[in-house]
């Protein structure tokens, strides 16, 4: 292939995936309108369907701030908790344990783990903090804390508070807490507390992020457009709705893999 091919190839390419993402970002039509397995003209489909739909978001903490990323939807025949749990074991093993624990929401044990989560709050300079409470928290995950850390865990709480009441009178959420531990470093002079933090973070259900999903979801599976399979539905949710992650990536990277998916005429 001379240079001025490839230049030309390369052009027509990047054109090519420059139009996908605008297409991906708005939610909008490619081309068709019938999506079967057997069909010659693949994208898109014709009318709502009846599927019921699971949304997968993740949410974890990174430098002391929440964050929640769709990650997917899985397709289930119902929404009962038994379907649910089935359809959630082809994901991550941290989301079978999120499913669980959100199981358990309202028992006594998941009523006095919220409790045990409230004495981390700093509003009103830590009036909440409680060490019993908290060292009880973390004995829920037996996996994070180990015996010998539960007892410096302990310690840790008695220097904790007294650090955090001195300084720290401002903050007002759990979230708020996690972010000034990063940035004055004290999420490493208290481990097990901000490890504790992290975990408290994580729990809540990320409605927002979910309600979020099935909004985009009826704007990129509208009435006109049913016959959509699964997979590329999938897909195209996560880059509608992630579009921050979809904005970052770069032509060339798209490129590599596209080239990389099988042996083409064309070569960059």
């Not at 994901?91 to 006594?108: A, G, H, P, S, V």
């Not at 599976?221 to 959509?228: C, F």
Request: hydrophobic share 40%; aromatic share 8%; proline share 1%.
């Amino acid at each position: 292939m001379s240079d001025q091919v490839q230049a030309e190839y390369r052009t027509r390419l990047g054109a090519s995936i420059d139009c996908t993402q605008f297409l991906l970002r708005e939610g909008l039509t490619f081309r068709g309108h019938d999506e079967t397995n057997d069909s010659k003209n693949q994208d898109e489909s014709k009318d709502i369907s009846s599927k019921e739909q699971m949304s997968v978001v993740l949410r974890y903490v990174d430098e002391g701030y929440v964050i929640e990323q769709f990650i997917g939807i899985i397709y289930v025949n119902n929404t009962s908790a038994l379907s649910l749990k089935e359809a959630i074991d082809v994901c991550y093993t941290i989301i079978d344990m999120q499913l669980q624990e959100l199981n358990n929401r309202f028992t006594k044990s998941s009523t006095e783990l919220l409790l045990c989560m409230a004495c981390l709050n700093p509003s009103n300079s830590f009036a909440a903090f409680d060490r019993q409470k908290l060292s009880r928290l973390a004995r829920f995950y037996p996996r994070d804390f180990s015996a010998i850390e539960l007892s410096m865990l302990e310690d840790q709480l008695q220097n904790y508070i007294i650090d955090m009441r001195s300084e720290f009178v401002e903050l007002k959420s759990i979230g708020d807490l996690a972010v000034k531990m990063v940035v004055t470093k004290r999420d490493k002079v208290y481990l097990l507390v901000y490890q504790l933090l992290t975990l408290a973070l994580i729990l809540p259900v990320a409605t927002v992020t979910i309600e979020r999903t099935f909004s985009a979801m009826n704007v990129v599976k509208t009435r006109l457009r049913n016959r959509m399979e699964d997979q590329w539905m999938n897909d195209c949710l996560i880059a509608y709705i992630e579009k921050d992650l979809l904005d970052k990536l770069d032509n060339k990277l798209i490129m590599d893999r596209f080239q990389r998916m099988k042996t083409r005429k064309g070569q960059l």
